[in-house]
């Protein structure tokens, strides 16, 4: 049984640009979902797809995007990206939503210069 | 308006003694709470979980308190090893499943030796 992966590991980018993040979910799991960490703060939940469909989203502006793919994989898409976007991009997969089998990736830390 | 509040960011613990950490919550909506572990350069792992129809759920070591009157619940790590020395997060739940996770900002527990 594979774990959540996530890619790339570090990624550095400058204010207005845009970056895609990707996440590999757990063998078995259809539901991913997304939270951003900012330093000292806990995960904030940005949104959450189930069977390639957006389930549910938090409080992130429209320039935050994702997609899930049929095996379940599944993107984060941030346009314009600004300083405050700085932060641990948290993925995690369960099975339909369940949440106490949740499986978090290791993150990808993002820093916008 | 952070709706899970964790309001020690850290404490230092003996081994082999009692740790206890708090989490308090405000909205009475939550009925499912969940709290992750979390090594540096890792995602935060699942480690117990507690329905608001419980007050109390053991797994080993570790026991979550829920005393719902008070919008408070604990963890408490009996004994406490050196390998528990980690940041731990609260978590709150709408529905017992198929929901997304508010999470409070961590209270890193330091276990000396």
């Known amino acids: 049984e594979t774990g959540v992966t996530q890619s790339p590991t570090h990624l550095i980018k400058t204010r207005g640009q845009q970056v895609t993040l990707r996440c590999s979910s757990q063998s078995g799991h259809n539901t991913v979902s997304w939270y951003q960490q900012a330093l000292g703060q806990g995960p904030q939940f940005i949104f959450q797809?189930?069977?390639?469909?957006?389930?549910g989203r938090g409080n992130f502006p429209p320039r935050f995007s994702g997609l899930q793919f049929p095996n379940y994989s599944s993107e984060l898409n941030v346009n314009a990206l600004e300083l405050d976007d700085s932060a641990l991009y948290l993925c995690?997969?369960?099975?339909?939503?369940?949440?106490?089998?949740?499986?978090f990736g290791p993150g990808t830390r993002l820093t916008v210069l | 308006d952070q709706q899970v509040k964790q309001n020690s960011p850290s404490l230092s613990v003996q081994e082999g003694r009692i740790s206890i950490l708090n989490c308090d919550y405000t909205?009475?909506?939550?009925?499912?709470f969940l709290w992750y572990k979390k090594y540096p350069a890792e995602g935060p792992t699942f480690l117990i979980s507690i329905s608001s129809i419980k007050d109390k759920n053991e797994d080993g070591r570790f026991t979550v308190f829920l005393n719902k009157s008070a919008k408070h619940l604990s963890l408490h790590i009996v004994p406490s090893q050196p390998g528990d020395s980690a940041v731990y997060f609260c978590a709150a739940s709408g529905t017992s499943g198929y929901s997304t996770l508010t999470f409070g900002k961590g209270t890193m527990l330091l276990v000396s030796p």
């Open positions: 995690a997969s369960s099975l339909s939503g369940d949440t106490d089998t949740q499986y």
């Open positions: 909205n009475s909506m939550f009925d499912y």
């Open positions: 797809y189930y069977r390639e469909e957006e389930n």
